[in-house]
């Protein structure tokens, strides 16, 4: 049985880290990407950090497939009234093409319009086409890139606008 519910922070944060920790793996071992190179990519992110970003008011969803936790999205208000950020949209590699991060990134907007939030913003690695293509699939505008000196790669931010029906 799949579901998607908030977080209980105290009882599934380390779940919620490996997660996170765990599906952003992937694409730092295709990409290179070290602790070294990019210290702040989910890959390496540190229980004082996730706590760090709860407290700047993320709210994470947590995916559960019989039971067990395989995936999570993080909503975060934006800069502007009706903006909102997702943050660490992550899937498990042994749960990937089940549709489990369509159907969280389908929470993330469902609670995001529940809120009144009008605009998503997402930053994702561009080199990562794969999912840089989903994202495009999904609905998501391309709204320029920016390589970093301090990153490897370079930054690809992207945006969707809610007051489009995206049915």
């Known amino acids: 049985m799949f579901e998607i519910r908030k977080l209980n922070k105290e009882k599934e944060l380390n779940d919620l880290l490996f997660v996170i920790q765990e599906s952003f793996s992937t694409v730092s071992n295709e990409l290179n990407i070290t602790k070294e190179n990019a210290p702040t990519n989910p890959a390496f992110l540190t229980m004082e950090k996730l706590l760090e970003s709860i407290e700047k008011n993320v709210d994470f ?24 950020y997702i943050e660490r949209l992550a899937v498990l590699p042994e749960y990937r093409h089940k549709q489990y991060g369509k ?6 907007i469902k609670e995001i319009k529940l809120r009144k939030g009008k605009y998503i913003s997402i930053g994702i690695i561009d080199e990562n086409t794969l999912l840089k293509n989903w994202y495009l ?11 970093f000196e301090h990153l490897p790669f370079t930054v690809c931010f992207m945006g969707i606008d809610l007051k489009i029906d995206l049915t």
């Not at 159907?103 to 993330?108: C, E, I, M, R, V």
């Open 61 to 84: 969803y947590i995916a559960s497939d019989n039971n067990k936790i395989c995936g999570s999205v993080g909503i975060q208000p934006g800069k502007e009234e009706d903006e909102y």
């Open 103 to 108: 159907k969280l990134l389908d929470k993330a």
């Open 137 to 147: 699939d999904y609905g998501f505008i391309e709204k320029g890139t920016r390589h």
